[in-house]
């Protein structure tokens, strides 16, 4: 069992920055594939990066290349998301999930998610 708590969010002004950080609970944080994620109103989920267990390697939406990046602390059992550059249209609830299969993870079906914490971008 894993519980994710997200944290960070916050209103910021257009070309700000903002870093998410999501903690994890359990052992058994390392063996696990983490993603954020985020939902705007009226809008579906969207993935917008991963970090992998093991290699840590990264993978990020395009539209977040180059602004966004997501690392992880095994130690601390916690995921950051680090966001630069910041657009009104990144207005969102972002989502901390975790899985062991990085195909279900970005697929929509993760093992574990957390409650979410807003971000708003004001123009």
């Known amino acids: 069992q894993v519980q994710l708590v997200e944290s960070g969010g916050g209103l910021v002004q257009a070309g700000g920055s903002l870093r998410l950080s999501c903690v994890a609970s359990g052992r058994t944080f390392s063996t696990y594939h983490i993603g954020w994620f985020r939902q705007a109103p009226g809008k579906e989920r969207e993935f917008v990066a991963a970090?992998?267990?093991?290699?840590?390697?990264?993978y990020y939406a395009d539209s977040m290349k180059g602004r966004f990046t997501i690392s992880r602390d095994n130690a601390k059992n916690t995921v950051y998301l680090q966001m630069n550059s910041l657009k009104p249209e990144d207005t969102a609830v972002y989502y901390c999930?975790?899985?062991?299969?990085?195909?279900?993870?970005?697929?929509?079906?993760?093992?574990?998610w957390g409650q979410g914490t807003q971000v708003t971008v004001s123009s």
């Open positions: 970090i992998l267990r093991g290699s840590g390697s990264t």
């Open positions: 999930e975790a899985d062991l299969s990085y195909s279900d993870l970005k697929g929509g079906l993760p093992d574990y």
